[in-house]
């Protein structure tokens, strides 16, 4: 059985730090990332990593988060510094099999086939 489990989340003061981790278990994945879902709006890209290490960033939150991998580990981290009120959102970890054709690909939620079940980050101004 194939499970994404985040953890790390939580209620931080603007300017804070947050640092999310997600463990896979059941296969390995090419791509794993992080989608955000705040209310009433869709769930968007926030950053994704291959397995060679490569990353890609939605330029909202290039510069403060960092995401990371281990695959011997089968895991993957999403360090956020910096953080906004506009950051508050529930983080889902996602993670993609095979290796996507084109970059585009790394910012829609259909590019990637598995979910975890989302950890809520709040960020207090």
């Known amino acids: 059985q194939v499970q994404l489990v985040e953890s790390g989340g939580g209620l931080v003061q603007a300017g804070g730090s947050l640092r999310l981790s997600c463990a896979a278990s059941?296969?390995?994945?090419?791509?794993m990332g992080w989608f955000r879902q705040a209310p009433g709006k869709e769930r968007e890209f926030v950053a994704a990593?291959?397995?060679?290490?490569?990353?890609t960033y939605y330029a909202a939150v290039k510069g403060r988060f960092t995401i990371s991998r281990d695959n011997a580990k089968n895991t993957v981290t999403l360090q956020m510094n910096s953080l906004k009120p506009e950051d508050t959102a529930v983080y889902y970890c996602?993670?993609?099999?095979?290796?996507?054709?084109?970059?585009?690909?790394?910012?829609?939620?259909?590019?990637?086939?598995?979910w975890g079940q989302g950890t809520q980050v709040t960020v207090s101004s």
């Open positions: 059941g296969r390995t994945f090419s791509i």
């Open positions: 996602a993670a993609r099999p095979n290796p996507l054709l084109y970059s585009g690909g790394y910012f829609r939620v259909d590019s990637y086939g598995y």
């Open positions: 990593i291959s397995w060679s290490g490569g990353t």
